[in-house]
């Protein structure tokens, strides 16, 4: 009986381990940028960041095409622009204190598109052809119903879980109006926000309605919840309705073995990195799992990630305590 026990233990103890949340994220403790972040040295192939935890492996990519040069065709196609560097890391204030923790992103190069779907038309002047070209995109960008496809070229981020569970994922969009999609690799079709995508985090002036002495006076206000634009068609991909920069979480659960593609529609979005609940556990596997767990993460009762000096109440791997 007592070894009975123990091995019940055993396993509670190795599910304890598996649920705690891994992550990721492209700052080290400083506020610079992780040293993963370099160009491949090929100008002309893409940057490819890998980076993993316990029960996740992902990248981040950037480039290479960024553009094409208008002019005459060669077999078929203009010479393209290359870049396939990375954007020095930003970051955003969300306290005057520094409380809550800044929000830090990194951008990559170049639409997130499908090369092989974009057209070349001919520029003409006054009706008259001139014998130069350029770059039609429409058919390249990626439609939330999967039928153009995932993106091939430019920045987009892609997760995959070893194991079911949560992601929440922080990605920075430079105007609110402008499509953002969690996208699944094995039908390339897009979860829908509001049903399968929580989204929560900040939005350009709109601020915190406090007292002129308080650390987030003048700064923006953390939302639980931030709906889309509409309902309808792309507008149920717009995170906010207005025209103005969101720094904010997508969470939704994932399928293990899936491997899921976030990137804007038409320009670079900002990646901050991620944070992974496993959802389902078995036995003693991944015992020794989630090295990324070590460092802890910790939390408000607003939701805010917040730093060793904020003062009050905390939770830190689903336990609450005061922190003083």
């Not at 090929?42 to 002019?71: I, L, Q, R």
């Not at 078995?282 to 003062?311: E, L």
Request: zero cysteines.
């Amino acid at each position: 009986m007592k070894k009975f026990f123990t091995l019940i233990s055993m396993a509670l103890v190795a599910m304890s381990i598996n649920a705690q949340t891994e992550s990721w994220y492209v700052n080290n403790e400083d506020g610079t940028l992780k040293a993963d972040y370099v160009a491949n040295a090929d100008a002309s192939a893409m940057s490819v960041v890998k980076f993993s935890t316990a029960n996740v492996e992902g990248t981040h990519t950037s480039g290479p095409v960024a553009g094409y040069n208008d002019g005459a065709l060669e077999n078929g196609k203009l010479t393209p622009k290359v870049d396939n560097t990375w954007n020095g890391i930003k970051s955003q204030a969300l306290s005057k204190d520094g409380s809550v923790a800044p929000f830090y992103y990194v951008q990559g190069k170049g639409n997130p598109v499908n090369l092989d779907k974009v057209e070349f038309e001919e520029i003409m002047t006054d009706g008259e052809p001139t014998g130069n070209y350029r770059a039609k995109w429409d058919a390249s960008y990626y439609t939330p119903d999967g039928t153009a496809g995932l993106p091939k070229n430019g920045t987009y981020i892609t997760l995959t879980p070893k194991v079911a569970g949560t992601f929440k994922v922080g990605i920075w969009a430079n105007k609110g109006n402008r499509d953002v999609y969690v996208a699944k690799g094995s039908d390339a079709k897009a979860l829908a926000f509001g049903s399968d995508v929580k989204i929560s985090g900040y939005v350009q002036a709109t601020n915190n309605d406090v007292a002129e002495d308080s650390p987030l006076y003048g700064y923006m206000l953390y939302q639980k919840e931030i709906a889309t634009k509409g309902t309808e068609g792309t507008d149920a991909y717009v995170i906010a309705a207005g025209n103005r920069p969101v720094w904010v979480y997508l969470t939704f659960s994932a399928t293990a073995g899936e491997t899921y593609y976030i990137f804007n529609k038409n320009t670079q979005i900002g990646f901050s990195g991620f944070e992974f609940t496993p959802g389902e556990t078995s036995g003693i596997v991944n015992i020794n799992a989630s090295t990324s767990a070590k460092k802890s993460v910790r939390y408000n009762m607003a939701g805010q990630q917040v730093n060793a000096s904020y003062k009050g109440l905390v939770i830190e791997n689903g336990k609450k305590f005061v922190q003083k």
